[in-house]
Each structure stands twice: as C-alpha cells, then as structure tokens.
C-alpha cells in the first residue's frame, strides 16, 4: 500500500476522506511516532480537531518550534498553489492567460490584492457547482466569494461597475464614488461605493446582510438604505424591511472561517480577528491603527493570519501571555 500522505491526511481533516482512506490513515498513524508527529504537525496548521488514535509506539516526537510551523504552512501553501487544478472552475468570455490570474481558490490560502500588477477585462462570469466555492479579485479591485450552486457575471465596461448574481456572495467592494458598483438580482438591486456585504439570491427572494458601509437596496418599487449591522429582506416583490442586529456575523453563511477585508482600517480588522479567533489585541500606535489592509483569509490559525497582517501593515507583531501586539517597526 502506498499513500500520498500529506494529500490524504488534509483530506481527513476535511472530512472528505472515503471509510477505507480512513483506515488506511489510522494504520499509517499508529505504525511510529514519526507518522503520528507529521499527522499532528499538519493538525495544527489547520487548526481543527485531532482524532486520536493512541499513543504510537516510543511516544511523540516533540513539537516543532513556532518557525517551523509557520515555515511549513507556508510551503505548504505554496505547493497547493502549483497543484491547484484551475479547470475545477467554468469561466466564461476570458482568455485563458486572464482566467489564471483573475481567480483565486480560497481553499487555506490568503489571498492579498494591491500588490504587484493585474491585468484587466471588461467582463468575466463565474459559475460553482454544488460544492464548489470561488473568491476572485475582479478588475476593479474589489473581492468577492462566490458561494456553491452559484452565478456572477461582471461588467465594468460601461459608466457603473455592474453585476448580475444568482445563488450567495460576499463582496468587499472596491472604494470608487465616481463609479457605484450595481448588483442586479430577479429579487431586486443594490448600489454600492465601497463596502463588505453577503448577498443571497434565489429566484424571487434576496437577503442582504451588511458588514461594513452603507447599501442601498432597490425592489418592489421602493429604495432603502442598509447600514452596518443590519440585515434586509425581499421577498417575491414586496418592499424591503430593514432589522437591525446585535450580532452581525452570527448571520453569514460562511462556516468555513472566511475573513475579508478591502481597504479595512486595521482596528477594524483586529476586532474582527478578535471575534473571530476569540483572541486579544492591542495597537500601540493610533497611525497604525488607521492603515488600511486588503486581504482575505480561509481556514487560517490566528498565529498564520496575524502574521501576513503585519507584513502587509509593515508593522511589529508579538504574541506572549495570550496577548497580540501590533506596534510600529523600531
């Protein structure tokens, strides 16, 4: 029997492994204290459960320092760029040249924009199956994920950035008062300058929850304002209702830990580490804490994230006694 190892055991901790993949994994794990220490390492850089399977024989080897796990997830992530199998996505009137360096998989990695050049087009579709997921950078700057059994088509080729979506999206929406950025649904549209949204759409029904900014939100022949913090729904041509929320993550249907920022000031980007990791953070620096960062992140240990913050803020980062601090470089 031969395993590729480290593919089967991410699938494992996926849970997408088959009954017999799994046997063959505890097998594997239990043969020596080298297995279970490699099972273990790669544990903890997903940062999900372990199911143990017993001591191995010797015990375990002992942990790794922080450097070499976070060495690691990096080359790891790195090797499942080059493996990533971009034909798992439909994309529709693009040249193959743009496709690649339009989309994104979301699966572990942190994707930043604003570095380095992108090439840019007038239109581009998406289209998911059933379990699939796509998070783009689209032309104009702004991210979106696109969520299973979905559609997006965008357009910027005109006076507005426009976009026609079926099924469930996050959009953090590039910032461009001159040009507002239009999502049509069947339901009813939005017009946004620069904010972070989940939009869902089915047939005659469309949820709007919102993050960050302001929405404005058009059906049933009236238009409303949604602001941060509250959720909005339509339903088969009536007029939009706004509820205002206590807890506005608690809606967004995004389990696999999605974090996304576009041009988010970085205090507003700890708090939400903060929440989202249930960890503690300070900035010692008020300028610092005004910078802006543009990222988004899937399935990452706080330690993971934390650290592209900082290199993308240019800032000094420490963790000790359950305490993160952000501080400007000496």
């Known amino acids: 029997m031969r395993l590729d190892v480290d593919d089967l055991i991410f699938r494992s901790l996926r849970q997408e492994a088959s009954d017999l993949e799994e046997r063959q994994l505890r097998r594997w ?14 544990a903890g850089l997903l940062a999900l459960p372990v199911d143990a399977v017993g001591p191995p024989p010797g015990g375990l080897a002992p942990p790794p320092p922080l450097a070499a796990i976070i060495a690691e997830g990096d080359a790891r992530r790195a090797a499942a760029r080059r493996r990533m199998d971009w034909h798992r996505w439909r994309r529709f009137a693009l040249p193959s040249a743009a496709a690649a360096a339009l989309v994104a ?27 699939q997921t796509v998070t783009a950078t689209l032309t104009d700057g702004s991210l979106v994920r696109l969520g299973p059994d979905g559609r997006l088509r965008f357009d910027e080729a005109g006076p507005r950035r426009e976009a026609w979506l079926q099924g469930m999206g996050f959009f953090a929406v590039a910032k461009n008062p001159s040009r507002p950025f239009v999502i049509h649904t069947t339901a009813g549209d939005t017009r946004i ?81 903060e929440r989202h990791y249930r960890a503690r953070i300070a900035i010692t ?46």
């Open 29 to 42: 794990r239990a043969a020596s204290a080298e297995n279970e220490a490699q099972y273990q390492r790669i």
């Open 105 to 131: 998989a979301a699966w572990g990695i942190g994707r930043l924009t604003g570095l380095g050049s992108r090439k840019g087009f007038a239109a581009a579709e998406f289209v998911t199956s059933h379990l």
């Open 193 to 273: 300058v620069g904010t972070r949204f989940e939009l869902r759409a089915r047939d005659n029904e469309l949820r709007l929850v919102v993050v960050e900014g302001r929405v404005a939100l058009r059906a049933g022949g009236s238009e409303i304002m949604v602001s941060a913090g509250e959720v909005s729904h339509v339903d088969h041509g009536l007029p939009p209702s706004v509820v205002k929320v206590d807890d506005i993550y608690g809606l967004l249907d995004w389990p696999s830990g999605l974090l996304v920022f576009q041009s988010t000031p970085l205090r507003q980007v700890a708090s939400e580490f």
């Open 285 to 330: 620096d008020s300028a610092l804490a005004a910078q802006d960062v543009t990222a988004w992140f899937s399935d990452q240990t706080f330690i993971e994230a934390l650290t592209t913050v900082c290199r993308v803020v240019r800032a000094h980062c420490v963790v000790k006694d359950s305490l993160a601090t952000i501080a400007p470089r000496p």
